[in-house]
């Protein structure tokens, strides 16, 4: 009973901090920025009035999608694939006090601003303006008009066109974590997990303990499941974030 008590108070707050959230921006121009209180973390966090930041946000912080470690983990080091604006970033650094986390976001302007909301942690998080890819190779960065912030995917380069990127496979950004064991690695990559998944998993996947990844179409569900066979894998509070334990 107290645990439902709690669980309903939680909620209680989480909507009444969305209302006041969605208020405040409404009175703003879009891209002005505005500061929104990151429940559980004694944060506030900048976003962009009019874009897709609000719903990450949102989702991270209201919502709970990432609320799925049980008592007792205490992921050391982790390392955050399409990392947007920070949010994420934020919330597992302020979970896990003794963790450092390696952020990876390829869009320019996301990653101004996630260096911004990051700035508390200092040297607790490494950002780099990158993607990661089954390989290394010239990647464009593609942004479709009607996909919001939220939503810029990547591609490989056509023979002659110049790379907005390069391209890191996996063991690139496990060497860049600065250890030989990743203990949770967040994926959310638009789309990118079919292309991740599908090409020497062999050689990196086995040094990570606990994935969450979102998936974003069948082929990259597909491409997920047949690389984590033999690890326990859940789903979140939503159908398309899934966990996978080693």
Sequence with gaps: MTRLISRALRFARRRLASRAIDRNEARL??????????????LTL??????????????????GVYDVFHSGESPRNIVDLGANVGYSVAYFLSRFP???????????????LARRNLAPFGDRVTLIEGAAWSHRTGLRVVREPDAGEWGITMRECQKGEAADLVGMDMTDVIARAGDTEIDLLK????????????????????????LIVELHDTAGREAFEAATRGMTVSKTNRDDVMVARR
Excluded: K
């Excluded at 121009?29 to 004694?42: F, V």
């Excluded at 009019?50 to 946000?57: A, I, N, P, W």
């Excluded at 003794?98 to 101004?112: G, Q």
């Design 29 to 42: 121009s879009r891209g002005e920025l505005y500061r929104m209180p990151a429940s559980g973390t004694g």
């Design 46 to 63: 900048w976003g962009r009035a009019g874009s897709t930041d609000r719903l990450v946000f949102g989702e991270i912080f209201l919502s």
């Design 98 to 112: 003794e963790a450092r986390v390696l952020a990876v976001e390829p869009d320019a302007t996301n990653v101004a």
């Design 187 to 210: 994926i959310d990559i638009e789309g990118g997990e079919r292309v991740l998944f599908v090409a020497n998993t062999a050689q990196w996947l086995s040094r990570v303990r606990t």
